[in-house]
């Protein structure tokens, strides 16, 4: 049973280009999270996506930020027109329909890079 | 809001020592905790997950308390190795669906 992936590991953008970030959840996990974690900081709460549904995005920037997660296919986060406070290391999270246990897998994290 | 903070922020200690890293939380009404370790560069692994209404889990030379009264918690290494080097994280779940994250413990053992 894979992991959570994620891909690019890293991504590289120069000031104004848009960042498009793919998480695919662990086998049989509806749920999706995303956090990112700046330097030498914590990690934050970004959004918190089902199926077709956006469930809670209250740490979502509220520009140029944005997040799916289709009925087939990975979790997208878009960063459009991305600026050199981007940079940071944005980590995927997945966990089973809602059950008493609810532990959260990570991914490997993409780093971002803004130049 | 939910504020986490993770004491010391730093560890050094030799191989095989014993050790306790230390969780704070201000909001007692959590659904769960759950510790972490971070290698440089790298996503995260789950060590341990606490229920509300639990006490304690234990997984191999870990063990991991919490007392939500306090809003506290405590991860305790037995016979640390040069491999258990990393950063050690905790999350707490409050009722919503956020998770929040301490800042982190960087232990390195010194073999």
């Known amino acids: 049973n894979a992991g959570v992936m994620q891909n690019p590991r890293h991504l590289v953008r120069r000031r104004g280009q848009e960042a498009r970030l793919r998480c695919s959840p662990m086998?049989?996990?509806?749920?999706v999270y995303w956090y990112r974690q700046l330097p030498e900081e914590g990690l934050k709460f970004m959004v918190y996506l089902q199926k077709e549904n956006i469930i809670d995005e209250s740490g979502m920037p509220k520009e140029r930020f944005s997040a799916e997660f289709p009925k087939e296919g990975p979790s997208i986060l878009r960063i459009q027109q991305v600026v050199r406070g981007d940079s940071a290391a944005y980590f995927c999270?997945?966990?089973?329909?809602?059950?008493?246990?609810?532990?959260?897998?990570f991914g490997p994290g993409t780093r971002l890079t803004v130049l | 809001k939910q504020e986490v903070t993770q004491i010391p922020a730093a560890l050094s200690v030799p191989e095989g020592e014993n050790l306790v890293l230390n969780c704070s939380f201000t909001d007692s009404a959590i659904y769960n905790l759950q510790w972490f370790r971070q290698d440089p560069g790298k996503g995260l692994t789950s060590l341990l997950l606490i229920q509300s209404s639990q006490r304690e889990q234990t997984s191999g030379r870990l063990n991991a308390s919490l007392d939500k009264s306090s809003g506290r918690s405590t991860l305790y290494i037995a016979a640390s190795q040069p491999g258990d080097s990393a950063t050690y994280l905790c999350a707490v779940r409050g009722t919503g669906n956020q998770f929040y994250f301490g800042t982190g413990t960087s232990l390195t053992v010194i073999p």
């Open positions: 086998k049989g996990h509806s749920h």
């Open positions: 999270a997945s966990s089973p329909p809602q059950s008493s246990y609810n532990e959260q897998f």
